[in-house]
């Protein structure tokens, strides 16, 4: 694991990192368990993930934790799943304070239940003047939703006049949505086989590398991290251009 760590260029390390966490059910299954002890074992990868970002380099870690569309899984999973985010957040805070870790949310916060709410936020306010890593959870979230959102607000600034149409850009369209002040994802992680991105990000990763691994996420480790960083660093990134005008510039 430490080799694959010193193979990593700590110069070209992509500075914001998504993960979209998949296999807890399927693990579980293989274990003649339920989903929620999928679930649960998934909590220590994300600590081994987090870990391993932070010996990376990493500035940025965004997790899928929980999409829109989980809601509509049976009703015991979901409580399973609101009850750990709580116990989960409530029990790492402290830690991850003690290791500048800044934790960020984005989605729908609205719709979890008020428990789930305020340990989130208090983990948030707890943590916001932290200068290391910026951990982002994704809960109740959709990349349409967000899009949507934003359009509407963006509309309403238009019609008030607070910014006329003429001003509307990337840029600033960018700052409508739920990552404002985040940098765009430069590496996508998907785990457990699966080759979608599930309305994850679907603005912001317009120009990221995609990393895809069987590996399901109970048992992904610092290992399988390191082995997608290598894989980031071993392919050209060309923005539109091609390879030649890369190396000119280079």
Known sequence: MNSL???????????????IMDGNGRWAKSQGKDRLHGHNSGVESVRRTLKAAQHAGVKYLTLYTFSTENWNRPKEEVDGLMNLFVQ??????????????????????????????????SAVDYTKNNGGITLTLALSYSSRWEIISAIKE?????????????????????????????????????????????????????????????????????????????????RERRFGKTGEQIKMNN
Request: aromatic share 10%; net charge negative; hydrophobic share 40%.
């Open 88 to 121: 989960t957040i409530t029990g790492e805070v402290e830690e991850l304070h003690k290791n500048k870790v800044k934790i960020n949310v984005i989605g729908q916060l609205d719709k979890l239940p008020s428990m789930a709410q305020k340990a989130l936020q």
């Open 5 to 19: 760590l010193n193979q990593i260029n700590k110069e070209a390390v992509p500075d914001h990192v998504a993960v």
């Open 154 to 234: 963006l509309a309403n600034d238009v019609n008030s006049s607070k910014i006329v149409k003429e001003e509307i850009n990337e840029d600033l369209f960018s700052s409508y949505l739920a990552t404002n002040g985040l940098p765009d994802p430069e590496l996508v992680i998907r785990t457990s086989g699966e080759h979608r991105i599930s309305n994850f990000l679907l603005w912001q990763i317009a120009y990221a590398e995609f990393y895809f691994t069987d590996v399901l996420w109970p048992v992904f480790n610092e290992e399988n991290f390191y082995e997608a960083i290598l894989c980031f660093q071993n």
